[in-house]
């Protein structure tokens, strides 16, 4: 997982295309390398995971297409096929560990790759560099320093190997703190557009550190915002009627009024206030066994005017595909969305000790069972610091997302990804290694939240599947995965 991980950042950060310039890398990566990973997640889940077959023909395939970048990494021409000769190199950075920075966008995008290497490496390095920079309108320079080799690619590629030679002679070069294999540093404000997220909305710098404890990853780092955050919690009201065994994971947010309000698509319902406290859960048995509730004044209000809005913005959300129809059931003041495949949301209002909330559920179900235990709801009251926080078993949630992601070509412009592809099958074999997972984010000051995770392999069900079918799709044509939907039907003319 870990090389699944840097891979998709090497992509994602090569490839995206940025509407404006960003302050800063877009990117960092400093990975220990396999070889120091494995002494320092010796029995953990993560190395588990990687030792499955699965794992040894995705990390194949990544690799592969990974050395294919060749050409937009260092401004080789289009037609360059320098896969070959880099395909080796891969492998060794993946071995040995390194640094990998990427800023800038399009013409002026910038790579830095750096790594240490055993003498017997260092030199086909350096004659595979050699012979990439002779090709027509490279624009490579690479360059040594101590136990580092460095090569840069695109704009300033010999200012970039400059500054980082001499910051390695003067005893700076990057450093990972004890026990951490794996340092990442993102750009959230710069990367949203590309990664589909409301652009309207403050996001952060993200600078994490992954390292094992027992069995587990554990993922720790900061939160940091340009601008000071108007972040504003309310004491906790968890609506613990609703919530019920067999629970498989839970999720509660607080203070997140003004960033709800800044995102075009609730602003598009046209209510008057945001929610400030948001809670999720999800249930075994099946995977669209999920709901939601959102803290509201006037909720039994709040569902009525969302009878009016909530279609078109929901039509929009799914690529504006208008499937299915809503109906509104004025006296129990409840909206249905039915017609979708496999499901019927449910949207309504309803009272509990902790005030009103607008209650949604994925697939109707009765609020029955065995109530939630108390150490769940402990995780999040009398925590006034607490901005974020889940919980869940991972191994389910990763089915049950793969379930979801299959559904939702249906009626959406989301794509299928076949089950054969490599991150499909992974994903499938190392779910029963998958024990719980568990984030939280905290709040320290206007501009900074803290940020720490412990669970199997540092990942959530979610993210993992949007990591294995990024790289699943990765190289394949635009239009593969999407489904092929029939036409509208005429109207009957009257």
Do not use: C
Not at 148 to 169: H, I, M, N, Y
Not at 349 to 356: C, I, K, L, Q, S
């Amino acid at each position: 997982m870990a090389w699944a991980m840097a891979a998709g950042a090497v992509w994602f950060a090569v490839n995206v295309q940025l509407t404006q310039a960003a302050e800063g890398p877009l990117a960092q990566v400093h990975f220990a390398g396999a070889q120091a990973l494995q002494k320092m997640a010796a029995g953990s889940r993560l190395l588990k995971a990687e030792a499955l077959p699965a794992a040894r023909q995705w990390e194949e395939d990544v690799a592969a297409k990974v050395a294919r970048l060749g050409p937009a990494v260092f401004n080789l021409g289009v037609s360059t096929n320098a896969a070959p000769q880099l395909r080796p190199l891969v492998s060794d950075w993946w071995q040995y560990g390194g640094w990998l920075e990427v800023r800038g966008q399009a013409v002026q995008r910038q790579t830095v790759v750096a790594t240490r290497l055993p003498p017997e490496r260092r030199g086909v390095w350096k004659q595979t560099l050699d012979s990439l920079k002779s090709s027509a309108g490279a624009q490579l320079v690479y360059g040594e320093e101590g136990t580092w080799l460095v090569a840069a690619g695109g704009a300033d590629a010999a200012g970039a190997v400059k500054r980082w030679t001499a910051q390695v002679k003067s005893g700076k070069a990057p450093a990972l703190a004890q026990d951490v294999w794996l340092q990442a540093r993102f750009n959230g404000g710069a990367l949203a557009p590309a990664l589909g997220l409301p652009v309207e909305a403050e996001w952060p710098e993200a600078d994490l550190e992954f390292s094992t404890k027992g069995e587990d990853v554990r993922v720790q780092g900061t939160l940091q915002f340009a601008r000071a955050v108007a972040w504003k919690p309310e004491a906790w009201r968890i609506p613990r009627p609703l919530i019920h065994e067999p629970l498989v994971s839970f999720t509660a947010a607080n203070g997140v009024a003004p960033w709800l309000s800044k995102t075009r698509w609730f602003q598009g319902l046209e209510l008057k206030t945001a929610p400030n406290q948001v809670y999720g859960w999800s249930q075994s048995g099946m995977p669209l066994l999920v709901q939601a509730a959102a803290r509201m004044d006037e909720a039994t209000n709040t569902v009525t005017r969302l009878a009016n809005k909530l279609p078109a913005v929901a039509y929009q959300l799914i690529g504006g595909n208008k499937v299915g129809d809503f109906f509104w059931v004025s006296n129990r003041a409840e909206l249905l969305w039915q017609g979708l495949p496999l499901m019927s949301p449910l949207l309504k209002a309803t009272r509990t000790a902790e005030g009103e909330f607008v209650w949604v559920q994925m697939f109707p179900a009765p609020a029955v069972g065995t109530n939630a235990p108390p150490e769940l709801f402990a995780q999040v009251s009398n925590r006034p610091n607490l901005v974020y926080y889940s919980w869940e078993i991972t191994e389910q949630r990763v089915n049950s997302w793969r379930q979801w992601f299959q559904l939702l070509p249906l009626f959406s412009e989301v794509r299928q990804v076949p089950a054969n592809l490599p991150g499909q099958a992974w994903l499938q074999a190392a779910a029963p290694l998958l024990g719980n997972t568990v984030t939280e984010i905290t709040f320290v000051s206007p501009q900074k939240m803290n940020f720490v995770r412990r669970g199997p392999v540092g990942l959530t069900g979610f993210e993992l599947n949007l990591l294995a079918r990024a790289l699943d799709l990765w190289g394949q044509p635009a239009d593969f995965g999407k489904l092929q939907k029939p036409p509208p039907k005429a109207p009957v003319p009257k």
